[in-house]
């Protein structure tokens, strides 16, 4: 499925703010509106790109559900729309994901569409089938795939899956120590972030005040 890419309509980029979006709508539109250039009809189709940019991007659900598209249309060719219709069907999308990201560079990964993507594939209706399935060793296999595609994401984008992965445990006991196991790990590298931060910063006062005072 083919879309638009609005960031580059607009000229900002993905991770843009809502005043950037405002600030770079205003100054596009300005420049293309219709009124500005009189019988354009390029300008005049122009100025509808950005507004229908300016609006998908200004409403956080909107942008949240296009990113995702946009990413998942990027990265694997094609978007998440057609229906699971088999426990088999959904651990066919998991294993796409999983290869996917076997061979990116973590850091450029967006987080909010890798979230967005896993949770679409953890949606109450494919929940229902999975667990309507009765296979167990494949819903196994579909925790395992999700845990490792949540590898690279932050904790804070984890609480929502992890629960969904958890009801997808049930009352296995292997499966629910693994993840315990994985959560336990995605808190202490959390943790460990966000003190590397605060030694980063009393490293670098440190250094700032060891070079004042050999210049004095």
Same mark, same amino acid.
């Given at each position: 499925m083919d879309i638009k890419d609005y960031y580059k309509i607009l000229g900002i980029a993905p991770t843009a703010s809502v005043n950037d979006i405002k600030k770079a709508y205003r100054k596009m539109a300005m420049k293309h509106h219709p009124d500005t250039n009189p019988g354009d009809i390029a300008t005049e189709t122009m100025f509808l790109e950005i507004k229908e940019a300016?609006?998908?991007? *200004?409403?956080? %659900? $909107?942008?949240?559900?296009? &990113?995702?598209?946009?990413?998942y249309n990027r990265t694997i060719g094609?978007?998440?729309?057609?229906?699971?219709? %088999?426990?088999?069907? *959904?651990?066919?999308?998991?294993?796409?994901? %999983? &290869?996917?990201? !076997?061979?990116?560079? +973590?850091?450029? @990964?967006?987080?909010?569409?890798? !979230?967005? +993507?896993i949770k679409n594939i953890l949606s109450d209706i494919n929940m229902n089938i999975l667990q309507q399935s009765g296979e167990n060793l494949l819903i196994n296999q579909v925790i395992k795939l999700?845990? +490792?595609?949540?590898?690279?994401?932050?904790? #804070?984008?984890?609480?929502? @899956?992890?629960?969904?992965?958890q009801q997808l445990?049930?009352?296995?006991?292997?499966? #629910?120590?693994?993840?315990e196991? +994985?959560? #336990?790990? $995605?808190?202490?590298?959390?943790?460990?972030?966000?003190?590397? @931060?605060?030694?980063? @910063? *009393?490293?670098?006062?440190?250094i700032c005040l060891i070079i004042y005072l050999s210049s004095k």
């Open positions: 300016y609006d998908v991007l *200004i409403d956080p %659900t $909107q942008r949240e559900e296009y &990113n995702y598209k946009r990413w094609k978007d998440f729309v057609q229906q699971a219709h %088999t426990a088999h069907d *959904i651990l066919n999308e998991c294993k796409k994901l %999983t &290869n996917y990201l !076997s061979g990116v560079n +973590h850091f450029q @990964i967006e987080y909010d569409a890798l !979230s967005h +993507h999700l845990l +490792h595609a949540c590898d690279p994401l932050p904790y #804070k984008y984890q609480p929502v @899956i992890i629960e969904r992965l445990a049930g009352d296995d006991r292997e499966m #629910k120590e693994r993840i196991l +994985h959560i #336990k790990h $995605q808190q202490q590298r959390a943790l460990f972030e966000k003190y590397k @931060i605060a030694g980063v @910063i *009393i490293v670098t006062l440190v």
